[in-house]
């Protein structure tokens, strides 16, 4: 088939190279020309395992290829994915000034019937506005269709995401529409969740709201663990034993991170305001989340007493390992507040430090995770990055000046760190080892 893709960040790229390694003729579009100046030479703007591959092999093939000309995308293609950003407003609202551009010039070049697919995460009835615009600037009486088909795509596996998902959601109002999307994703052999437009865009905002409240009630429950002595490790493999509640997303932690579930949140509390449901249970879920960077700083606090001036070393920028994106990464913050008390940071990750050194004033960047231990007071854990869960401990404890480690995602044993000297506390667990 021929594929446009309207907007070539991280879910419009991955989906555009997938979508041409199933054989499909793919046109990336990009209003910034300069990222489709380095798209054309295979110089990719994200960090995503595969995909720069992935890119080069379409493009070699010819079967990718990237343009700043949208006159040419929808020209040339039968379904149009638009994919561009839909950020968060300062209200929580999602800003969707972008897909309403594209909507408009879809319509003002269409030369023939299109399918306008909506990819990016976007409010139920966005769908409704999609086809009002097209309607309103087609210039002739072209044919059309919109559809919705959400991505579930997880940053650092989004390859794989795409090729194996657990389903495909499409929201359609007629049989041609339907048809067309099914036959584009016969390839993957998977499920497909076929229904109308506004259940399709809820699918979405109600499946990262349900992951988000996952995470933000196992934090609550690793509070509750914490003042009786339980361990919220064990208490999440428990629950997670139950199939009606499943293991996934039971991770407790210094909270949920990213350019999605933030901005998620926000926008179907927004939604659901604007549509007279308060959703206080998702407002409950953004607070934890919140407020689960205060916990840690609590920890630090319990363990060093007097923030100022002491060094502090941080394992971890990115918001979730495999990834160097940093965006609403609780690391981020959490330094920004240690700072604000008077503390020196020094910080290593694996791929995320060229992104944090933007974002971050006067941390000193480390080249490994040893040169952050030398000389600091204690060592968090922002992110689980793999190479976090081997290191030479008996080094660390020289390097330290005292042994404390506080760590945010849970990879340590706190019984082996007790054995090797440590005092250490991870978030809701049973031994909390004493001096
Ligand atoms: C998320 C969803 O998982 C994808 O299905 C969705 O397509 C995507 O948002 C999107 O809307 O574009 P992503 O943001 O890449 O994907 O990251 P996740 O792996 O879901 O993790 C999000 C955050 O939750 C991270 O900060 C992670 O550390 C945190 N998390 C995750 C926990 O704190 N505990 C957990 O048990 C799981």
Redesign the pocket.
């Known amino acids: 088939m021929k594929i446009s893709i309207i907007g070539t960040g ?2 419009g790229l991955v989906t555009g190279a997938c979508l041409a390694d199933l054989g499909n003729t793919v046109i990336c579009a990009d209003n910034n020309k300069n990222k489709i100046t380095n798209l054309k030479k295979c110089i990719i703007p994200i960090y995503e395992p595969g995909l720069e591959e992935l890119v080069k092999i379409n493009v070699r093939k010819k079967r990718l290829c990237f343009t700043a000309d949208i006159k040419e995308a929808v020209s040339k293609s039968q379904i149009i994915f638009i994919a561009v950003g839909t950020p968060s407003l300062s209200n929580g609202e999602a800003d969707l000034t972008g897909v309403e551009n594209v909507a408009r010039n879809i319509a003002l070049n269409m030369t023939g019937y299109r399918l306008i697919v909506e990819k990016s ?1 976007v409010p139920v009835e966005t769908g409704k506005w999609v086809k009002h615009t097209v309607s309103t600037f087609v210039k002739r009486n072209i044919d059309f269709d919109i559809a919705s088909n ?9 390859i794989n ?1 795409f090729m194996h998902p657990d389903r495909i959601v499409i929201g359609a109002e007629s049989k041609k529409a339907r048809e067309l999307m099914a036959a584009l994703y016969k390839p993957l052999n998977a499920p497909l969740v076929i229904t109308d437009i506004k259940s399709a865009e809820l699918i ?1 905002h109600a ?2 709201s349900f ?2 409240n ?2 933000s009630f ?2 609550a429950i690793s509070r509750i663990c914490e003042k009786v002595g339980a361990d919220v490790m064990e208490v999440a493999f428990g629950m997670g034993m139950d199939k009606r509640i499943g293991p ?14 933030p901005k ?1 949140v926000d926008a179907f509390i927004d939604i659901a305001q604007k549509l007279g449901c308060d959703f206080d249970l998702l407002k409950a879920v953004r607070e934890v989340n919140e407020s689960q960077k205060n916990m840690f700083l609590k920890k630090i606090k319990d363990m060093l007493w007097i923030i100022k001036d002491k060094t502090i070393g941080v394992l971890g920028l990115s ?2 390992p495999d ?1 160097d994106d940093i965006r ?3 690391s981020i913050d959490i330094i920004r507040m240690l700072q604000a008390e008077g503390a020196k940071i020094k910080a290593y990750d694996p791929s995320a430090m060229e992104k944090a050194a933007k974002a971050l004033d006067k941390v000193k960047f480390c080249k490994d995770p040893y040169e952050a231990c030398k000389g600091s007071d204690c060592l968090l854990i922002a ?2 990055w793999d190479e976090f869960k081997e290191l030479d401990f008996t080094r660390i404890k020289k390097m330290l000046k005292r042994p404390f480690i506080i760590d945010g ?1 849970n990879i340590y044993d706190p019984a082996a760190m007790k054995k090797l000297g440590f005092m250490y506390a991870g978030i809701g667990r049973r031994a909390v080892t004493k001096k």
């Open positions: 991280y879910v995460t959400p991505e579930f795509l997880r940053e650092g596996q989004a995401d979405k499946s990262n992951l988000a996952k995470i196992i934090n996934g997303f039971l991770s407790a932690g210094i909270g949920y991170g990213g350019s999605c579930f998620d918001f979730k990834t609403n990464a609780p992110t689980e995602r």
